[in-house]
């Protein structure tokens, strides 16, 4: 991500530091509050399975919702157009609900502490380290752009150098989760829902007035942009020219189904807010209760970046001053009041602190059960991995600062997440899907399929796509080319690998394959789980229906 626009500061003043100040207060408030509670490790890396739905739902979708979901999303609406309404409605619906009714089962009931740990019950050792190794070299990635994200932000915004912002954000996300652990990061998640919707709403509706509302706003797009700029699948037909360089079919099955399944059912970041549940009708609803505002939140993210789009008409054009991801730091300096104006710069810090303390929690968690546990110092007392636990959260923080710098040759964020996730997490994916629903998958097969698919994604994008052997228009078309060869070909290889390498043995495989008996014998549901609103899969129904009926106004 390349500089914020030279000179863009906006006009804070006493009562919107002292907003920021109370905020602050209130996020180490509930970090030493949950310190109460960690008594294990356990409870520290996943809460000690004792939360409410609502809560590890609400916290499912805010760690979603990070800065770089904030500034990526709405650089993508002001440079994409209304296409960025693929990246919740088939990129993320379909997912969560897949997650909640058919994986979380798998997950809560072999009682895994980590993604990673479910290919060692399922494969072998070396699937499990190689996935451990490189899930928590992701996160760190990951975690480093919403710092970066920030950094820039702040300093552009408020006049803070740019290491200040990284020191001081990264300090608090260090302090609360080091102290309380997963209880404080998902607990801090949820209030950071409602102040992220605190400043976007108020953005979204006084960039709405700014340019005559929803109709003045298409008639500016469309006559600078054309009309597929304000439709979903306009001009997506194959061969067709559109603003995303994506046609229907990279979008269905590079977005829609392998990026989006391959983030949602195995990023750990996510996952482990569901395994934190009480109980695993709590575990399965946490995916489905946060379909619904994941859905809606792509208006508060898509508004702003193409509201961006008219206000300032040169955005992200070679020779501006400015890039795709200026677009809500340039609306909030042109339209916000002060107070307001300080509910929105806490909203973007929210929203970088939620988006980091998701992967440094999940890093954590996977570094110390998944790899120093099971490879470095085993059978060592419970309170050595508490303590361990507490000390490499420094080390994920210290190490996303050192991978912010990464980011910087994106001028779309977003595009850097993509990229990531069809290099890390679309492998993973097809791993888990074969692995869960072909019991003949072979142990061999797991390793070779991820190192596979890891390799042919990689391959794609950095020689193919990079190097202009195949021309595709633009980045985030790559990544959906890149996801769908990184799945072909770890699925090749591990058909290719089982065929002359032996299976587990099936004994090995109850309640870890589709079809298969847990040996763990079924809870008994709460009081009040069998109430029909509860029910998981009229939750998760409800949600594909509901996001394909959004579709209807954008598709014409």
Not at 268 to 291: C, D, G, H, M, Y
Request: one cysteine or more.
């Amino acid at each position: 991500m390349q500089n914020l626009a030279a000179g863009l500061r906006l006009p804070t003043n006493g009562l919107d530091y002292t907003i920021l100040a109370i905020y602050f207060v209130v996020v180490l408030g509930i970090g030493f509050a949950a310190r109460r509670s960690v008594r294990t490790s356990l409870d520290f890396f996943l809460s000690g399975r004792s939360l409410p739905a609502w809560v590890t739902g609400l916290a499912f979708v805010a760690a979603n919702l990070g800065a770089t979901e904030i500034l990526g999303m709405a650089a993508t609406g002001a440079q994409y157009g209304v296409a960025v309404v693929h990246w919740y409605w088939i990129g993320a619906i379909p997912a969560m609900v897949f997650l909640g009714l058919v994986m979380m089962p798998f997950y809560y009931r072999s009682k895994v502490r980590s993604v990673p740990e479910f290919l060692l019950h399922r494969f072998d050792k070396s699937a499990h380290l190689l996935s451990s190794i490189l899930f928590a070299f992701s996160a760190v990635l990951i975690a480093g752009v919403n710092l970066y994200a920030l950094s820039i932000v702040v300093e552009a915004l408020l006049g803070w150098p740019q290491w200040v912002a990284i020191v001081v954000a990264g300090l608090f996300v260090l302090i609360y989760i080091t102290i309380g652990g997963l209880s404080s990061a998902i607990y801090n998640e949820v209030l950071q829902f409602f102040v992220i919707l605190a400043a976007l709403i108020p953005l979204t509706v006084l960039g709405l007035k700014r340019v005559g509302g929803w109709d003045g706003l298409s008639d500016s797009l469309e006559s600078s942009h054309g009309a597929n700029f304000m439709t979903a699948w306009g001009g997506t037909g194959i061969g067709d020219a559109n603003p995303l360089g994506a046609n229907w079919l990279t979008i269905i099955l590079g977005l829609g189904f392998v990026l989006s399944f391959g983030y949602w059912t195995t990023n750990f970041a996510e996952v482990q807010r569901a395994l934190s549940a009480k109980n695993l009708s709590a575990a399965q609803r946490t995916p489905l209760i946060a379909a619904f505002p994941k859905m809606f939140i792509v208006f508060l993210v898509m508004i702003p970046g193409l509201v961006a789009a008219v206000v300032v008409p040169n955005i992200g054009t070679t020779g501006s001053d400015t890039t795709y991801n200026d677009a809500i730091p340039l609306l909030m300096r042109e339209l916000l009041p002060n107070g307001v104006l300080g509910i929105a710069v806490t909203g973007l810090l929210a929203a970088f602190m939620a988006g980091m303390a998701a992967n440094v929690s999940s890093f954590n968690t996977v570094f110390t059960t998944d790899i120093w546990a099971r490879y470095v110092k085993k059978d060592q007392p419970d309170a050595y991995y508490l303590s361990f636990g507490r000390k490499i959260t420094v080390l994920g923080v210290l190490a996303s600062i050192g991978t912010a710098f990464i980011a910087s040759s994106f001028s779309n964020i977003m595009s850097y997440l993509q990229t990531l996730f069809s290099f890390f997490n679309v492998p993973l994916f097809v791993v888990f899907i074969i692995g869960m629903f072909w019991k003949r998958a072979s142990m061999k097969s797991g390793v070779w399929g991820l190192l596979a698919g890891t390799t042919a994604a990689m391959v794609n994008y950095f020689v193919i796509y990079k190097q202009g052997v195949i021309d595709i228009p633009t980045d985030q078309g790559a990544n959906f080319v890149s996801a769908i060869v990184g799945f072909v070909a770890g699925a090749v290889v591990m058909v290719a690998v089982t065929l002359f390498t032996a299976p587990k043995p099936e004994a090995e495989l109850a309640g870890l394959v589709y079809g298969t008996e847990s040996p763990e014998a079924d809870e008994l549901p709460e009081e009040g789980d069998d109430a029909w609103y509860r029910r998981p899969a009229l939750l998760g129904w409800g949600a594909i229906v509901l996001a394909a009926l959004c579709y209807v106004p954008y598709s014409f």
